[in-house]
């Protein structure tokens, strides 16, 4: 089993968002409270307090406190898993000791079974607008209206989370437990297999000679995002001008992710359409971005955000029970796709390949991809020589502000 989390867009009036910013700011005071608490055991004790202890404090403190009724008590409980979790985290060496939150940073709760409730699923507007909509109760909150734009298997629901984004959209989050699609098997030579090599230039070039063009969101939106960061380090930390400003930045970069991840979902839909195997690059994306010589590689490798393509894109293949493939990255850009030679003098700027051993030239990034194809064990059915055109591919329906991207055809090769 696997749990998958199932995320939609909620409304709700203005005084119910007032409530869930209340609610929000007390759930910040309960953890900082057991983060308290905590302390004081391990210096009194020389001891962590278990989880059961935490849930238990939680709810002793909620009983004391009329300030913490206003949470429900499983919310309340709740609040306990997450520092428990931080904890847990922190002792596993797999993050930093848990803090004292801040209320502008504490934004989400969660409801495990009971709590919420889900009614009134109904069909609004109409043509283009029609959207499935349904209610959310949530105990001691409120009412919240969803935008249903996906099928919920509401039985198997494990818990729901509300969120509440720096911009002050809300989202309604349901885990939901699945069983893991299983993996077609069958032989490998009946399968299509596509390489993708990722890139600052072009954002995924296809072994098949497709690629897509990097619409760098945050490079175009920089001065932008620049001019609300130097007003909000004039503003006074938390006051009400300070708080206007960070919601307007929260807008700006909220765009940007909306932007990409519509991007790549497209990007991942149209390939998992067309092929059965994805051959990736195993990249420390990390790494890669610490690594980055200057300031504005650095920010294209962070504004290209390779991991959320590469998951999304995983996703997309996995989800239907196809296979993805990830191969050692190393020197993939600098091999000769045809005769395995490597070619050490190739720098970040070279867009085009020559190879010195049998002197093909191939476009850069389309060699990469076809040597992440081989690598995997595949002959890839083109050969460049007899490669044939492509038939130019629909546009990718995407309309943002800084307006859309396409899949091109890549430049014909040529033979050197
Ligand atoms: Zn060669």
């Known amino acids: ?35 308290h608490a905590e302390q004081e ?75 919420w409730k889900l009614s009134n699923w109904r069909d609004a507007g109409q ?65 299509n297999a596509v390489g993708v090599d990722l890139g600052i230039t072009r954002l995924a070039t296809l072994s098949d000679g497709r690629y897509l063009e990097n619409p760098k ?21 938390l006051s009400n001008n300070w708080l206007k400003t960070k919601t307007k930045l929260a807008k700006e970069h909220e765009h940007l992710k909306d932007f990409r991840r519509d991007l790549f979902f497209k990007l991942g839909a149209l390939l998992a359409q067309e092929y059965d195997v994805l051959v990736l690059e195993d990249l420390d994306v990390r790494n890669l971005v610490q690594k980055g010589e200057t300031k504005k590689r650095r920010m294209r490798l962070y504004d290209s955000s390779f991991s959320e393509l590469r998951a999304v894109l995983e996703w997309e293949f996995r989800k239907r029970g196809k296979l993805v493939l990830p191969v050692p ?37 389309l060699n990469a ?9 595949w002959v890839p059915p083109a050969v460049p020589v007899e490669l044939h055109p492509i038939p130019p591919l629909p546009t990718l329906g995407l309309v943002g502000r800084q307006g859309g991207a396409m899949i091109q055809e890549a430049p014909a090769f040529r033979r050197g």
Do not use: W
């Open 1 to 35: 089993m696997r749990v998958r989390a199932y995320r939609f867009r909620a409304y709700c009036s203005n005084t119910t968002a007032r409530v869930l910013e209340t609610q929000l700011e007390v759930a910040c005071k309960l953890y900082n409270a057991l983060l």
């Open 41 to 115: 055991e391990y210096e009194k004790n020389k001891r962590t307090m278990s989880k059961n202890e935490l849930r238990q404090l939680a709810l002793d403190l909620r009983k004391q406190n009329p300030e913490f009724q206003v949470l429900h008590s499983q919310v309340a409980q709740q609040v306990a898993e997450r520092f428990y979790q931080a904890r847990e985290r922190f002792l596993g060496g797999l993050a930093n000791k848990p803090k004292k939150k801040k209320p502008h940073r504490y934004l989400s709760l969660v409801y495990p079974q009971s709590g």
């Open 127 to 191: 043509g283009k607008n029609k959207k499935r909509k349904a209610r959310l109760r949530l105990s001691k909150i409120g009412f919240f209206t969803l935008v249903m734009h996906t099928e919920l298997p509401l039985k198997r629901v494990s818990q729901v989370c509300v969120k509440l984004y720096p911009s002050g959209r809300i989202h309604v989050i349901f885990l939901v437990e699945e069983p893991e699609a299983e993996e077609e098997q069958s032989s490998k030579e009946s399968k």
């Open 217 to 237: 969101p945050l490079e175009r939106s920089l001065d932008r995002v620049r001019m609300l960061q130097r007003t909000l380090s004039r503003k006074r930390f």
């Open 329 to 365: 990255a190393y020197n993939t850009s600098r091999e000769c796709f045809l005769c395995g030679g490597i070619n050490q003098s190739l720098t970040l700027e070279d867009r085009v390949f020559l190879c010195p051993h049998c002197g093909f030239t191939f476009d850069r990034d």
């Open 369 to 377: 991809s076809l040597v992440l194809l081989k690598r995997a064990g």
